[in-house]
């Protein structure tokens, strides 16, 4: 079954620092990756996919993720992280076949400091 | 605008009471899902419809219902409310691979 992880349940980092958050996957097959943000008491918003092609995928807000097929991995990056950024981040593999179902990860929250 | 659209947003239910969940969408999507949210668990599966007229069951259906009542429709339905069905559930809806979700707001239940 596909399945991904999200290992750090809080990710600390200053404002103006580079940000990463991380997520592993496992899928039998070419995976679908996605990232979505959740803002306090709203949905969730899509930022970024990789469906096939570059490895370096860029989304909104400045996000880009880097898909590493060797290491399973699919790490959400921000050169400069604002404050505003500060949110709860899920990572998303698409199940097989004609669903269409996402596999959410537990979800890691982003608190950047001023 | 154009979205998914739930309601109500916040909702008490006492243990044994029944309710529906309503979620429409108007941008023409074939699949729609609903998924509930709990502190660090993300967001798991209650049940989902790939296509109008039919309906799946997800990771988490034991207690709940759902009705597919159209191509923009979906509701999902719990006939005896427990405590355990405190949660935050959203809708959310897809035209299909390789695109992703658009989630509605979440409705915030409490069941007491």
């Known amino acids: 079954a596909q399945s991904v992880a999200q290992p750090e349940d809080q990710v600390n980092v200053a404002e103006g620092n580079p940000l990463t958050v991380k997520c592993t996957y496992s899928?039998?097959?070419?995976?679908?990756l996605f990232w979505y943000v959740q803002y306090p008491n709203r949905g969730l918003q899509f930022l970024l996919k990789?469906?096939?092609?570059?490895?370096l995928v860029k989304g909104s807000y400045g996000f880009e993720a880097e898909f590493n097929k060797s290491q399973t991995s699919f790490h959400l990056k921000k050169p400069s992280a604002l404050v505003s950024d500060s949110a709860l981040y899920f990572c998303a593999v698409r199940d097989g076949g004609a669903t269409n179902k996402l596999i959410f990860g537990t979800g890691t929250l982003l608190a950047v400091q001023p | 605008n154009a979205g998914v659209t739930q309601t109500p947003k916040f909702q008490v239910l006492k243990t044994g009471q029944s309710m529906t969940l309503q979620c429409a969408q108007d941008m023409n999507h074939n699949s729609m899902y609903w998924y509930r949210q709990d502190p660090g668990m993300g967001l798991r599966l209650i049940y989902y419809s790939a296509s109008e007229g039919t309906t799946d069951k997800g990771e988490v259906p034991n207690g709940y219902n759902v009705s597919r009542l159209n191509k923009r429709e979906f509701s999902l339905r719990l006939e005896s409310a427990a405590p355990s069905q405190t949660s935050v559930y959203f809708c959310a809806s897809t035209l299909g691979t390789p695109y992703g979700y658009t989630f509605g707001s979440g409705t915030r239940l409490t069941v007491v």
């Open positions: 899928v039998s097959g070419n995976p679908y």
């Open positions: 990789y469906i096939t092609g570059d490895n």
